[in-house]
């Protein structure tokens, strides 16, 4: 519920952003048109090469933003917050005066997604790597988040892979199964509020990894609509200033 409400708002956010030309509008028009200046085809190489570069900035971004202290647990969008059924326990546990454990708990799930985030760099870059000219022309083509349902269908796999070794391990050294036993533990006796057989690795990997393609998608955002991202000296020499 939480990620189909934040991908509303994005949603809703680029609809009513400003009208203005953007590099998916440049994109389209040197894929489908011919040069004004030269009368000849659009050159394929270099305009695959500018939509990497495009996305490479906007993916560095997404990791750069979730990857640092308090990426996930400072951003109400993609706070990662206690399973549904946990957090029944976790309500009544903080009302008999467990309310630091459970904060404790949230922080550690958070501090563990924010650790395993730079892995997705390098994956991010290999699938940039190896878009093809149809993969290009898709996302120019596609819908408002086709960038970033590209890389969930190229990376998804990988990250996962990256992503739940660290995230496992980051949950180790921070407590996060002594956090979640002093949790659980005054109320597990509870028939109807058993918990058992969750794996918490699992979802906080889930969790961090939706997060992350929220924010890649706010960034894909930036890239269709804003002149100002145009950072690299390829995207200006191809879009202008």
Known sequence: MRLLTVTIALLLITATAPAQAGFFDTFKRLLTSESADTGAPPDENTTIAALREALTVGTRNAVHNVARVDGYLGN?????????????????????????????????????????????????????????????????????TSATDFFRRKTTTRLYAAFKPVVTTSMEQVGVA????????????????????????????????DGLFLMVAEEERKIRSDPAARVTDLLRRVFGQ
């Open 76 to 144: 109400e969008w993609i706070k990662i917050v206690l399973p549904e059924r946990v957090q029944r326990l976790a309500d009544m546990a903080a009302a008999v005066g467990f309310q630091e454990q459970v904060d404790h708990l949230v922080v550690t799930m958070n501090r563990a997604a924010e650790t395993a985030a730079p892995a997705a760099a390098d994956l991010f870059v290999t699938a940039i790597g190896e878009m093809t000219f149809e993969d290009a022309r898709g996302i120019l083509e596609g819908g408002e």
């Open 178 to 209: 002594r956090a979640y036993k002093e949790v659980v533990a005054p109320l597990s006796s509870v028939p109807m509020l058993q918990t058992e057989g969750l794996d918490l690795d699992h979802y906080v990997t889930n969790e961090a990894l």
